[in-house]
């Protein structure tokens, strides 16, 4: 069952690849598995997902521990309290939701002592909404050049969770601006920014339309809404 449905993702994925004119390769699946035991995340593992984005901190130490035996690529996806970056950062490839000042100054802070270099995405409040986290447009740019002179971080792109819609073809003006928004940063910038997180279970296809490079699916795949 779990092998089926990550099939069914995967042909949704291909063919949202297909009528926007791109390659597969460009469109990143990753499991949004807040929720979801270790058990069977084992298991989606076995079938093909490599790729799985935690939420709560406790929450992923207690899977990470539990599947420390996999290659699994973790990334962070939800909102991250600074007190709990210690926690993570020698565990993600990827923080999607970088988003606020005192998040950059702990990150960077933690990450050089490391001695390591942090990939993260910026969040963007699209959609102005006062209930989720991000940093507003017309903030992005500063924040992104307070971002871009931290040594220990390294901005991939940004992420953005739109305002949900009953029709999925309504959200696309929010991938859209997120895609403008990147493209203004890579030309102001002279910066190349490859990644667009954007979409998840709901309206993933038409963010793949709109150029996302990773799809955060939960409800989907895991049957929990994530």
Not at 76 to 99: E, T
């Amino acid at each position: 069952m779990n092998c089926l449905r990550l099939e069914e993702v995967e042909e949704r994925i291909e063919k949202a690849c297909q009528r926007a004119g791109r390659k597969r390769r460009e469109v990143l699946l990753l499991g949004a598995s807040k929720g979801v035991t270790a058990g069977r995340l084992r298991e989606f593992f076995q079938c093909g997902l490599l790729t799985f984005g935690e939420s709560r901190v406790q929450e992923f130490l207690k899977k990470h521990q539990e599947l420390v035996g996999l290659s699994i690529d973790w990334h962070f996806i939800g909102n991250l309290q600074s007190n709990k970056v210690k926690y993570v950062i020698d565990k993600v490839s990827l923080i999607h939701s970088l988003d606020r000042d005192s998040l950059l100054e702990e990150l960077q802070k933690r990450v050089s002592v490391l001695g390591k270099v942090q990939e993260v995405l910026i969040e963007v409040n699209v959609g102005g909404e006062e209930t989720k986290g991000g940093v507003e447009p017309e903030g992005l740019k500063a924040f992104f050049e307070r971002c871009m002179a931290q040594k220990n971080l390294k901005v991939l792109g940004l992420m953005c969770i739109p305002p949900y819609r009953e029709n999925p073809k309504d959200v696309r003006p929010y991938f859209a601006k997120l895609r403008r928004l990147k493209e203004e940063l890579e030309s102001e910038f002279l910066v190349s920014l490859p990644h667009l997180s954007m979409g998840m279970s709901h309206d993933f296809e038409v963010a793949i339309e709109e150029g996302a490079t990773i799809v955060r699916i939960g409800t989907l795949l895991f049957g929990v809404r994530a």
